[in-house]
């Protein structure tokens, strides 16, 4: 095993709150252990375009608190290719980077799976606000991105009380529905519509007439991007015409992404990156960093991206026939208590708002 003497650290895919704390965690902890650290700016793109350069413990400095990510992102597609992944390794080589932490989302991972397997040992830190690694219980985000629905949507009640109206809200959430159901809970919303539970409307269209009659005024509906483009529009139109009660949309777009990070998310990135140093250092490679209980696991990424085609039903029986017996049972574990635990939250929307 080669030992590693300089890492590279980079973000990647969607940006989202607390990836910066993770940048400071990597760097701050590998140069601690006396590991040199290099940034690379701008995810993939910046491997092949060489924008790589050191960072010292000074580099990483009163970004914690800050959203966004001071390594920027991209997506490449140049990445993709086997002559864009020759040029990023060869840039690795010149600059002797004997491994790299990678921050972002599933397509983030798929990528470092590559590079690893071209020479150059990653590991992967989640990191996306829609909470779609299902090998970990939480992404770093998640977090803060739910935190900034609440308080916009608060407003948006307030708006809804003074008017007596309905607003369907659109949160983000492409592959899974976590944000809009949790935020659903803490906003007292009529209901969370979301791919993974289907959603009864006479049941919700029955209640909020029943409440309306008992006096109610506001209603809130939170929905997400994963359920098509104009969905949102659409359902708002479709509660209105047939609760006869007046209902607004609202997109909350990419706002949701940005902001300072909560504390939970800087606590959660801040063990992540140092989890993932450790594991570098000590010859781990292809692995995700994953939240479970309060503890930080590592996941191998082809058996943590297995379990998120899993959970999102895309999983192909051949695909599934060449997983060892023992390894599909702990992954379908994982998939069934995500599950569980999302028809629980739906189960107390259900059974208290209103
Ligand atoms: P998010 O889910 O928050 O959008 P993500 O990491 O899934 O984050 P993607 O745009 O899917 O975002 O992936 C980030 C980058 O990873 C891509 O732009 C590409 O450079 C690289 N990548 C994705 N899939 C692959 C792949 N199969 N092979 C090589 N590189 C890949």
Avoid: W
Wanted: charged share 25%.
């Amino acid at each position: 095993m080669k030992e590693i003497k300089r890492i590279g650290v980079l973000t990647s895919g969607g940006d989202a709150p607390g990836m910066n704390a993770a940048v400071r965690a990597v760097t701050r902890l590998a140069l601690y252990k006396g590991i040199e650290v290099m940034g690379i700016y701008n995810g993939y793109q910046g491997l092949i375009e060489d924008n790589v350069k050191p960072l010292h413990e000074r580099d990483v400095s009163f970004i914690i608190n800050r959203g966004g990510t001071m390594l920027y992102s991209a997506r490449s597609n140049d990445f993709r290719t086997k002559e864009g992944r020759a040029k990023a390794v060869e840039n690795c080589r010149k600059h002797g980077i004997d491994g790299i932490v990678t921050i972002g989302g599933d397509g983030t991972f798929r990528g470092a799976v590559e590079l690893t397997n071209d020479g150059v040992p990653c590991i992967g830190i989640p990191a996306t606000i829609d909470n779609d690694i299902a090998s970990t219980e939480a992404t770093i985000g998640f977090d803060t991105a739910m935190n900034t629905v609440v308080d916009l949507v608060d407003k948006l009640r307030d708006t809804s009380e003074s008017h007596s109206r309905c607003t369907v809200v659109e949160g983000m959430g492409r592959e899974a529905g976590d944000i809009a159901l949790q935020t659903s809970i803490a906003l007292g919303a009529v209901t969370a519509v979301i791919r993974e539970i289907p959603t009864d409307f006479d049941h919700v269209i029955e209640k909020m007439v029943a409440a309306r009659k008992g006096g109610k005024r506001n209603f809130i509906i939170i929905t997400c991007e994963g359920m098509g483009k104009d969905y949102g529009e659409e359902l708002s139109a479709m509660i209105e015409a047939r609760s006869g009660i007046e209902s607004r949309f609202a997109r909350l777009a990419h706002i949701q992404r940005g902001g300072a990070p909560t504390l939970r998310d800087r606590v959660l990135a801040t063990q992540m990156g140092c989890a993932a140093v450790e594991n570098l250092i000590s010859g781990q490679m292809k692995q995700v960093m994953c939240l479970r209980g309060n503890n930080i696991v590592a996941m191998d990424i082809f058996d943590a991206l297995t379990v998120d085609k899993l959970m999102k039903g895309k999983l192909k029986p051949e695909e599934e026939d060449k997983i060892p017996p023992n390894k599909l049972y702990e992954m379908k574990r994982i998939v069934a208590d995500k599950q569980a635990y999302k028809n629980y939250l739906n189960y107390i929307i259900d059974h208290i708002t209103l």
